[in-house]
Every structure is written in structure tokens, then in C-alpha cells.
């Protein structure tokens, strides 16, 4: 089976309090392997984890030019340029999110004091996003879960309901009503714990640039493009299945879950097949993978439900 990324954690290693010390047990074998001490710093280290990371996929990553500047970001605009040329005046310096809902520390959590929590232990990703277009991203950021487990998970939270920055003074598109603004996204509980779903930080090692969500954006490998969420600044932890822009929009062409599914037409086009962005206009058109090649990793997830009724 075609498979994209494999790691040490079982679906039972996506509770709040394994996920996180698994985490430290990775962290910890790599400081013994004395790769940690070999290199002088942060940047270096990340830069060595995406290469370990990158060797056990035959993935080759898209330029830097093709992730930053063909983009979907509506609040500068729905040309995929508008956003690499007008979100350069969103301010990102001060940033916080709002964690509240159903979690023990609501409250606004800094983006210094989250990254305090989180630097020594962030990991470098590399996986692809696929939408319309697919890329492969080298993304560095945290585990959703890590996150979700500081501000503590409530018993009886179903559903995590995200929020962007809604800031019309800078950002041209919100002029227009394209989506019910603020853009909102979510998930169910279980998929936001998963160890695979990472609020991303940077992509090749470098800060987030604006057009791609900075300062911290979502970043789900085994959805279609829309769930992930940039520029986040909501965090809400609930019992009923939050609204989600896209399916507020279109409620027949995009459903709350959105998985990557070539057995699921979309209304208008067969998902069946994509093509690579940067491998040319006659680049061979390749099969999309179940789950985007996750199968293994997050089936589970979806066990006993009818995917063509929630799509
Ligand atoms: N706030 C916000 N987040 C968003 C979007 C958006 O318009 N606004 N577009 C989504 C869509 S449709 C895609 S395909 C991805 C694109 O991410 P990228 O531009 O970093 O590749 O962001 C998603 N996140
Ligand atoms: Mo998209």
C-alpha cells in the first residue's frame, strides 16, 4: 500500500497526556543519539530531523516560490497571487489565540508563551497537502494535542471549532462576502488529538510568511486543503459539531469532514486523480491515495461510518 509517513505512535498514543510524553521519549532518544549536541543550534537541528524525515519518502518538496507564492488565502483576495502580494500588511507581532469552550485554562495564550511551551520539542513534517493543486511541504510546527492538552481538555468535548483573524482594515478580501467571515474550520476531538495533525509554525525551517497563515496555522495531511486554518486566533473546544466556512458556503460540495477520499466525487469533478503543481502543464496526472496515503495511520478513525454520507 502506497503509504507517505509512518511514526512509533498507535491511535492509543493520541490521548492528551501520551501523545505529550511519547513526544518527550523522541526528543529524549534523539539527545542520546548525540545528534542534539552535534549541532550548534535550533534552526540546525530541524533542519537535520526534516532531512531524516524526508529520507523514508520518495517525496521530492516544491520550491519555495511555488509554497509562497501560489496560495489560497481569501481574506487578500481568491486569486492564488493576491495573497503572497497583500497579506505582507496583516500584523502578525503581537498574536495570541483564545483557547476557551470546554478546556480547565481558558484564556489568551501569547504566540511567545505557546512557542515557550513547545520549541525545544518541535519537529519538522514533511508531507503534501493536496487540494485542487498538491504540493509536498516541508512544514516545522507542534502537535495540535500538545496544545489542546495546555490549555486541558474537558470530559464531554466532542469537537475543536477554529477561527482566522477577521482585521477588514488589512485584508482586502474580506470587502467582499466570497465566505461568512471570520473564516471558521474544525474538527472532531479525535482527529485534532491525532499525532499527525500539527499546528505549523514555519516551512523550510523558516517562519511562516503571511500568505502561508503566520504565525500559526493548521495543518491536517490527510484532509483537503481548505481544513487547514491559517492565522488562527480561536480555539474553541465544544460538544456539537461547529459551523465550518466552506460547508456554510456549499453544504452539497463540502462536507464537515473533508478527508481525502478518490471514492467520493465532488459534484462537479472526479477526485479520483491530481497532478503535482510544479511538475509542468503535462505532468502526468497521479492516483489520489485514501487519506492522502495515511490510510494506515487514520482509518481507524473512521470505523463503522459511511464516508459517502459524511463527506
Ligand atoms: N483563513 C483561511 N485559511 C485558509 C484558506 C483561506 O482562504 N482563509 N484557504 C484554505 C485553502 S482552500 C487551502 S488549499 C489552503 C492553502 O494553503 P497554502 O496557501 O499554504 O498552500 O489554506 C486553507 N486555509
Ligand atoms: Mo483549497
Known amino acids: 500500500m502506497a503509504r507517505r509517513w509512518t511514526n512509533n505512535l498507535t491511535l492509543a498514543d493520541a490521548t492528551p497526556q501520551a501523545a505529550f510524553w511519547n513526544r518527550r521519549r523522541i526528543m529524549a ?45 481569501y481574506e487578500f483576495g481568491t486569486g492564488k497571487g493576491d495573497p503572497s502580494e497583500y497579506a ?9 489565540v483564545a483557547i476557551d469552550g470546554m478546556v480547565d485554562k481558558p484564556g489568551e495564550y501569547s504566540f511567545e508563551q505557546i512557542l515557550g511551551e513547545m520549541t525545544l520539542e518541535e519537529r519538522i513534517y514533511r508531507f503534501r497537502c493536496v487540494e485542487a493543486w498538491s504540493m509536498v511541504v516541508p512544514w516545522q510546527g507542534f502537535e495540535l494535542a500538545d496544545l489542546l492538552t495546555l490549555a486541558g481538555v474537558q470530559e464531554g468535548a466532542k469537537y475543536v471549532a477554529f477561527e482566522t483573524l477577521y482585521r477588514p482594515s488589512e485584508m482586502p478580501g474580506t470587502a467582499y462576502k466570497v465566505l461568512d467571515w471570520p473564516y471558521r474550520e474544525g474538527l472532531r476531538l479525535d482527529e485534532a488529538m491525532h499525532p499527525l495533525t500539527i499546528m505549523a509554525t514555519g516551512v523550510f525551517g523558516q517562519p511562516l510568511p503571511n500568505q ?57 469533478w472526479s477526485q479520483a486523480s491530481e497532478r503535482r503543481i510544479g511538475g509542468g502543464l503535462f505532468a502526468r496526472r497521479q492516483p489520489t491515495l485514501m487519506f492522502n496515503g495515511y490510510e494506515a495511520e487514520v482509518a481507524a478513525l473512521y470505523e463503522g461510518m459511511d464516508l459517502s454520507e459524511y463527506f
Not at 505582507?88 to 495570541?96: E, F, L, N, Q, V
Open 29 to 73: 532518544g534523539l539527545a542520546g543519539s548525540g545528534l542534539a549536541a552535534a549541532l550548534g543550534s535550533q534552526a540546525q537541528a530541524e533542519l537535520a530531523l526534516a532531512e531524516q524525515a524526508g529520507a523514508d519518502q520518495a517525496l521530492e518538496p516544491n520550491t519555495w516560490e511555488e509554497v509562497t507564492s501560489y496560495c489560497n488565502f
Open 88 to 96: 505582507g500588511r496583516m500584523t502578525t507581532d503581537p498574536w495570541s
Open 212 to 268: 502561508n497563515g503566520a504565525p500559526l496555522r493548521l495543518v491536517v495531511p490527510w484532509k483537503y486543503g481548505f481544513k487547514s486554518i491559517k492565522s488562527v486566533v480561536r480555539i474553541t473546544l465544544t460538544d456539537q459539531e461547529p459551523p465550518t466556512s466552506w460547508n456554510m458556503a456549499n453544504p452539497r460540495e463540502y462536507g464537515f469532514y473533508s478527508n481525502v477520499n478518490p471514492d467520493v466525487s465532488h459534484p462537479r
